[in-house]
């Protein structure tokens, strides 16, 4: 894909997360390395359903909803200082829980995928410079398509 394209696209899809020039660095990083993202579509595109977007291996950031396990709580999405990148191929895990359900394959984390993220991926290094965490770092609930702005 063209530079431009691939950046336009960004733009479109993460604009709510641009707060300061951070997200653009982070992704023309990723661009610089060819970190492979399947898709960017904005959430709309799957009528606000992270459960669609997450089947479709969408990469995504703002979406106005509530947390995976707490569904009284809004995610920290809603605020725009989360982006999960290629979910299917990364998912989210809590214990018997896998979302997508169809990423169970991909749990494994020692075995190679095209877009699979883990602890020695230059994404979670890329992010991490930026003052980002990665979800595959937390003790229990493994969120592996996560990274979220660390706020203070």
Known sequence: MPRTSYLIDII????????????WDIFEELYAIRF????????????????????????????????TDFKNQYSIHSYGYAIDINPLINPYVNG???EP???????????????KINGR???VQIFAKHRWVWGGTWPQIKDYQHFEKILK
Do not use: L, T, W
């Not at 899809?13 to 641009?18: G, I, L, N, S």
């Not at 359900?101 to 877009?115: C, E, L, M, P």
């Open 12 to 23: 479109s899809v993460f604009e709510k997360a641009f707060r300061s020039q951070e997200v």
């Open 36 to 67: 492979p993202i399947e898709k960017i579509h904005p959430i709309e595109d799957y009528n606000g359903s992270d459960d669609a977007s997450m089947k479709a291996n969408n990469s995504s950031a703002f979406n106005c909803r509530a947390m």
């Open 96 to 98: 018997d829980n896998i």
């Open 101 to 115: 359900q169809a990423g169970a394959k991909n749990v494994d984390r020692s075995s190679y995928h095209k877009g």
């Open 121 to 123: 991926s230059q994404i």
